[in-house]
């Protein structure tokens, strides 16, 4: 079992910045990539950025030069991070963080945390 505990996240005015943070506690040694995801009011979630253990990157096209994914793997922490910077009123959704194990369920979920960009 992996448990992913998020912080961060809140209301911040267009153009602002805000960072989420997540830990992952329990079997983190089969933790493979970590992300976040994005759900906004009656749309589907979707991916913002993701980074491997190995350090390796991926955003989507909507975040990309704007949000920065960071990953400590240190001692076993894994927590992974998320800085977004120049945030839009769309960028508005809960945001879940995410593990990727290499062992079933091969997926865990955080609870999620608000980001609302006003505007």
């Known amino acids: 079992q992996v448990q992913l505990v998020e912080s961060g996240g809140g209301l911040v005015q267009g153009g602002g910045s805000l960072g989420l943070s997540c830990t992952a506690s329990?079997?983190?040694?089969?933790?493979?990539?970590m992300g976040w995801y994005r759900q906004a009011p009656g749309k589907r979630r979707e991916l913002a950025a993701t980074?491997?253990?190995?350090?390796?990157?991926?955003?989507a096209d909507s975040v990309k030069g704007r949000f920065t994914i960071s990953r400590d793997n240190a001692n076993a922490k894994n927590t992974v991070y998320l800085q977004m910077n120049s945030l839009k009123p769309e960028d508005t959704a809960v945001y879940y963080c995410?593990?990727?194990?290499?062992?079933?369920?091969?997926?865990?979920w955080g609870q999620g945390t608000q980001v609302t960009v006003s505007s």
């Open positions: 329990g079997r983190t040694f089969n933790i493979n990539t």
């Open positions: 995410n593990a990727a194990v290499t062992t079933w369920p091969f997926t865990y």
């Open positions: 980074i491997t253990r190995g350090g390796d990157t991926n955003y």
